[in-house]
Antibody, heavy 118, light 110 residues
């Protein structure tokens, strides 16, 4: 059974960089694509981006592309998200998820709340 | 990319059927057979319920079904049960290998 677990600071100061890591167990991240998705309180889900092809390829949400970087460490079976220049509007629960065919997400982490505040 | 349009809320009584719509454009819902649906209970991770418009993953009840007509996709839940009360989100592939979600629908079982 594939399992995903997000980790990282729960509090980030405005204008700083938000950094999260997703650790995958029960399967190799060298296959499939690996995604970050977020949900601000009281709002809907927002796809942030995906990384695949053993970390050689990425696709990002155009609205966030200028601030997002994703990377992958296949030796640790982990992938990561960096979102720079954060503001309070970036406060959200962040999920990592396994993607299939650039289309749907079949395994999700439990999510981690990141608050942007000084 | 604009979020797909879903009704904010729907409700139904146990045993009834309900349908949640997800409206997009010819650039997303109408252009690809890549609509999926997710169920999210408060504080829990989203769960895939339907993929590629009408396919159910293993383990998902056959009370859940999906369809699409033009730019609108639909999720139907038949034989409504108390445990179905949750938020539901649709998503669609759009161009350049990106994905867009709907705003979500809160299902209340009366």
């Amino acid at each position: 059974q594939v399992q995903l677990q997000e980790s990282g600071p729960g509090l980030v100061e405005p204008s700083e960089t938000l950094s999260l890591t997703c650790t995958v167990s029960g399967g190799s991240i060298s296959s499939y694509d690996w995604n970050w998705i977020r949900q601000p309180a009281g709002k809907g889900l927002e796809w942030i981006g995906r990384i695949y092809n053993s970390g050689r390829s990425t696709n990002y949400n155009p609205s966030l592309k200028s601030r997002v970087t994703m990377s992958m460490d296949t030796s640790k079976n982990q992938f990561s998200l960096k979102l720079n220049s954060v503001t309070a509007a970036d406060t959200a629960v962040f999920f990592c998820a396994r993607g299939r065919g650039s289309s749907y997400f079949d395994y999700w982490g439990q999510g981690t709340l990141v608050t942007v505040s000084s | 990319q604009s979020a797909l349009t879903q009704p904010a809320s729907v409700s139904g009584s146990p045993g009834q059927s309900i349908t949640i719509s997800c409206t997009g454009t010819s650039s997303d819902v109408g252009g690809y057979n890549s609509v999926s649906w997710y169920q999210r209970h408060p504080g829990k991770a989203p769960k895939l319920m339907i993929y590629d418009v009408s396919n159910r993953p293993s383990g998902v009840s056959n009370r859940f079904s999906g369809s699409k007509s033009g730019n609108t996709a639909s999720l139907t839940i038949s034989g409504l049960q108390a445990e179905d009360e949750a938020d539901y989100y649709c998503s669609s592939y759009i161009s350049s290998s990106t994905v867009v979600f709907g705003g979500g629908t809160k299902l209340t079982v009366l």
